[in-house]
């Protein structure tokens, strides 16, 4: 079974800074995806970045990137020039590329993001 | 509608009662997923339909649980007997035909509290 471990349970970064976020997985296959997902007080989950496992290249969005790194099963999230609104729980997600497992998106224990001034 | 939407949004029960849980996924989503999130946990997948297909009951954690879709649309989260350690944040989501790389859109959950 697929694993997802985040193991900064909190982390702090100033306004306008960097941070960035740890998430490693454990998988036998190769051919999957990964995701981050913020959660704000809202409750309501978005989407913030994706990442196919066969693309060497890392996903950005804007002021978010992902440092995919395959050999090491690891998939940290770079914010840059962080805003107050990026404080929320960021939780790190696995999803088969087998058809027979897709269903099911594997979630990390998540990060709690603040950002101070 | 323009979101998932969850009902309710807080739920009060005392040990021992059935209790149902709504999700109304986005018009036009085939795929719906139902998660747990467990104070300090991450998200514990419960349950996942797909269209017509028989749905993935994988995730439930016993027979108290159980869930339908009707219409391709409307799902219903069904606890009997409750017990307090039911207690957590429901999670529901859709997404347009559940593909692996799809983004999954979330409603904003129902808190169950089990007295």
């Known amino acids: 079974a697929q694993t997802v471990t985040q193991s900064q349970p909190e982390m702090s970064v100033q306004e306008a800074e960097t941070v960035t976020l740890s998430c490693t997985y454990d998988?036998?296959?190769?051919?999957?995806?990964l995701f981050w997902y913020k959660q704000p007080p809202s409750r309501q989950m978005i989407l913030v970045i994706r990442?196919?496992?066969?693309?060497?290249q890392n996903a950005t969005e804007n002021r978010f990137s992902v440092n995919f790194q395959k050999a090491a099963k690891s998939f940290s999230l770079k914010i840059s020039d962080s805003q107050l609104g990026d404080a929320a729980m960021y939780f790190c997600?696995?999803?088969?590329?087998?058809?027979?497992?897709?269903?099911?998106?594997?979630f990390g224990t998540g990060t709690r993001l603040q950002v101070t001034l | 509608g323009a979101g998932v939407s969850q009902s309710p949004s807080n739920k009060v029960t005392e040990k021992g009662k059935d209790v149902e849980l709504r999700c109304d996924p986005i018009?036009?989503?085939?795929?719906l997923y139902w998660y747990r999130q467990s104070l300090g946990q991450g998200l514990e997948f419960l349950i996942y339909?797909?269209?017509?297909?028989?749905?993935?009951k994988s995730g439930l954690p016993s027979d108290r649980f159980s869930a339908e879709r009707t219409g391709g649309s409307v799902s219903t989260l069904t606890i009997q007997r409750t017990q307090q350690e039911d207690s957590a944040v429901y999670l529901c989501?859709?997404?347009?035909?559940?593909?692996?790389?799809?983004?999954?859109?979330f409603g904003s959950g129902t808190q169950l509290s089990v007295l």
């Open positions: 998988t036998s296959e190769s051919d999957y995806y």
């Open positions: 018009s036009g989503h085939t795929a």
């Open positions: 997600a696995y999803r088969s590329g087998n058809t027979g497992t897709a269903s099911k998106l594997t």
């Open positions: 339909f797909q269209g017509n297909s028989a749905p993935d």
């Open positions: 990442q196919e496992a066969y693309k060497q």
């Open positions: 989501a859709s997404s347009l035909q559940g593909l692996q790389n799809e983004k999954l859109f």
